[in-house]
């Protein structure tokens, strides 16, 4: 279940719209708006994430989140940052948060697996926590579990010896489990602060002594046994008998930035075209949202440029698609060759593009940067010894000229390709009222 904090209305819609429908929707999710709502669901229902606006009517920055922190620990809670308060969500992840997110990367595609990713972790937690109860009598069922996981788990025995060691913990340690095996905790599993580069705490000894499940200290950095430091994070319990006798303890950790370059990869994944590396329609509209107000504070045009490869079915008919994959790839680039670092080429879909032209002067700018492209085009693609012929046909569309919303301008650009189109190959049109009524040009 998750529990969602933010006050503001169309922030926390965009998050439930890309956690999906709630017919659909694989979450139980919870909205509230102010801090003191959330403390009241969290002291009655057990969460297990919190996503956290840190900028609430009722409480803000750390101090806000210390509190949530303090009313359930053991729910993973994700700082939601705008740009303004994004050193704010650092300083929240120092205090114990899972991680911050940036409120603009929200979208249908990573972060419902992000989640996913989390609550998944959690749900490993738990089963840690319930083969503590059965070590005893499942002891062999319990070590394949643990051998099958994703992260690093050590088991020790009350003197702090090494009794166990999955696959991932020799990986991540440079031991392996034969040579592990009763040897002094320290000396495998060797921890320092990361800042002060000082020995860290044995979370073992802590773990055993408070007998409670315990996090490992922020910025704490693992000596492998070759030298090297991987940066970690995750936490340690106690081990029972039968009898609830503490007779050792068991750490799981992960590989920090491992963990954070997965996040990241995901999130560019959805939000750029698998075959040419294009940002796809989802961070078109992002840039565009963006592109909008900040034109019209510096009183510029957005131009938008929408893209069909004339010859395209012909070529994937005729060679292939593996041809035409290649066909693909190599008009992204040239396009990308054309454009200013600032614009944005995006592949919209099959064989059309579109180019989003930011905080250009007149009209005019956006016809030359299409002459450009048709000029880039003149010379064939050379694709596996064929010579291959490529014609644009390109509609434009203005803002705030022809619309001032994005769908519909990148419709009324659609339009104009058409009209284009129907002219003959390599043509470029530019919107007009009369293209929306169906006119001809």
Same mark, same amino acid.
């Given at each position: ?20 429908e ?6 139980d ?17 057990t ?7 840190l900028m ?9 989140f210390d509190?949530?922190? *303090?009313?359930?620990?053991? !729910?993973?809670i994700? @700082? &939601?940052?705008?740009a #303004?308060?994004? =050193? ?24 419902p697996?992000a989640l996913r ?22 002891k ?16 020790t025995?009350?003197d702090y ?12 340690t ?12 320290r000396?495998?599993?060797n ?20 007998? *409670?499940?315990?996090?490992? !200290?922020?910025?704490? @950095? &693992?000596?492998?046994? #070759?030298?090297? =430091? ?14 609830g006798?503490v ?22 994944l959805?939000?750029?075209d698998?075959?040419?590396g ?25 131009g ?13 008919d ?5 041809i ?46 299409? =002459?450009?492209l048709?000029?880039?085009f ?19 569309s ?7 919303n994005?769908?519909?301008?990148i419709h ?12 003959g ?17």
């Amino acid at each position: 279940m998750i529990l969602l904090i933010e006050d503001s209305q169309s922030d926390a819609e965009w998050i439930l719209k890309a956690l999906g429908e709630p017919e659909t929707r694989r979450f139980d999710v919870v909205w509230v708006t102010c801090l003191a709502d959330a403390l009241g669901h969290l002291a009655r229902n057990t969460f297990d994430v919190v996503l956290l606006d840190l900028m609430l009517p009722d409480g803000e920055g750390v101090e806000a989140f210390d509190r949530v922190y *303090r009313a359930q620990p053991e !729910a993973l809670i994700l @700082v &939601l940052s705008a740009a #303004d308060t994004e =050193e704010t969500a650092r300083r929240a992840v120092r205090h114990g948060a899972f991680d911050h997110l940036a409120k603009g990367r929200a979208d249908p595609y990573w972060l419902p697996r992000a989640l996913r990713y989390v609550m998944e972790r959690k749900a490993t937690e738990r089963v840690l926590r319930q083969a503590e109860k059965k070590l005893f009598e499942e002891k062999e069922r319990s070590r394949v579990t643990l051998d099958s996981i994703g992260d690093a788990v050590l088991a020790t025995d009350l003197d702090y010896n090494v009794t166990y060691l999955n696959p991932v913990a020799e990986q991540m340690t440079g031991w392996s489990g034969a040579e592990a095996l009763g040897q002094p905790l320290r000396k495998v599993f060797n921890i320092i602060d990361g800042a002060t580069r000082e020995a860290g705490q044995n979370p073992a000894w802590r773990a055993i002594d408070q007998d *409670r499940t315990v996090g490992l !200290a922020m910025d704490c @950095v &693992l000596i492998r046994r #070759d030298g090297t =430091e991987i940066v970690i994070e995750d936490s340690a319990a106690p081990i029972h008998d039968r009898d609830g006798r503490v007779t050792g303890a068991v750490i799981v950790f992960h590989d920090r930035n491992q963990a954070r370059a997965v996040t990241e990869k995901m999130a560019y994944l959805a939000q750029h075209d698998g075959l040419t590396g294009l940002p796809n329609r989802l961070l078109l509209k992002e840039r565009f949202s963006r592109a909008i107000p900040l034109a019209r504070r510096n009183q510029k045009l957005v131009g938008l440029l929408f893209l069909d490869l004339d010859d395209f079915k012909e070529i994937n008919d005729s060679l292939g698609h593996a041809i035409g994959d290649r066909v693909l790839q190599g008009a992204a680039e040239r396009l990308l060759s054309c454009v200013r670092a600032s614009d944005t080429v995006c592949r919209y879909g099959g064989d059309e593009f579109v180019i989003l032209l930011t905080e250009i002067n007149q009209a005019q700018d956006a016809a030359l940067a299409a =002459e450009k492209l048709h000029a880039a085009f003149a010379e064939p693609l050379e694709i596996d010894g064929h010579r291959l012929r490529i014609h644009l046909s390109i509609g434009i569309s203005l803002y705030p000229n022809d619309d001032d919303n994005p769908d519909d301008l990148i419709h009324d650009a659609d339009v104009a390709m058409l009209d284009a189109k129907a002219h003959g190959k390599g043509r470029c049109r530019s919107f007009t009222a009369g293209m929306r009524l169906g006119h001809v040009t």
